[in-house]
């Protein structure tokens, strides 16, 4: 950014427009999360990430824009301005946070060796269940919507049919037909 630029940035800036918000933070954006990614140690990753830190720290600072606390001549006098509230926020962050560190203790390897594994499905599988679902609910007709989501809770086609008031065979074909066009949906090669 040129400093002929800065000063109609920080102009637009005081007069609340967004445009300008979206543009200077996307420029200085990247030098404030290396900063504060500097300064992360792992026991603080577990307690907040560096966007954490310069979002709230955009927050702040848009508000003082708009009631024109400050008055910036260079882009370096901006960009140090900014690099001294991120550090001020993120030491407000550690402190914060300074009990629960203080406090929590890893689990040892010795204690986490005989434990079975969780029987939640993984971050992954999860994505994927809701992404077939999505996918279900795409290929589905409106009309048979209820019947699927009915499955989905763990009923019987008996079940089902006595809920929606179909023939017990109906459901049943409702449900096939529904499962090869998934099945003809996923053997269609995708387009990037």
């Known amino acids: 950014m040129s400093d002929d630029s800065l000063d109609t940035m920080v102009e637009k ?24 990614r500097r300064r992360l140690s792992p026991s603080l990753r577990s307690k907040f990430d560096s ?30 301005f900014l690099a001294r509230v991120t550090y001020h926020h993120f030491v407000n962050e550690c402190r914060r946070n300074r009990l629960a560190l203080e406090h929590e203790l890893p689990l040892s390897p010795d204690l986490t060796a005989g434990l079975p594994p969780s029987d939640q499905p993984r971050p992954s599988q999860v ?4 992404e077939l679902w ?35 065979g109906s459901v049943r074909r ?3 037909d529904l499962a090869k066009r998934l099945a003809s949906e996923r053997d269609r090669p995708s387009v990037l």
């Not at 955009?58 to 006098?77: C, S």
Request: charge should be negative; hydrophobic fraction near 50%.
């Open 134 to 168: 999505e996918t279900l609910l795409k290929l589905c007709p409106p009309a048979h919507r209820e019947i699927v989501m009915l499955k989905q809770q763990g009923l019987g086609a008996s079940e089902i049919a006595a809920r929606v008031g179909l023939h017990e």
């Open 127 to 130: 994505a994927q269940a809701e």
């Open 51 to 80: 966007m954490d830190v310069v979002q709230s720290v955009w927050a702040a600072v848009l508000e003082g824009f708009r009631e024109r606390r400050w008055e910036f001549k260079t882009q370096a006098a901006l960009k140090a």
């Open 13 to 36: 800036l005081s007069n609340g427009e967004s445009a300008a918000a979206e543009r200077v933070f996307c420029d200085f954006e990247p030098f404030l999360r290396a900063m504060v």
């Open 174 to 176: 409702i449900l096939y």
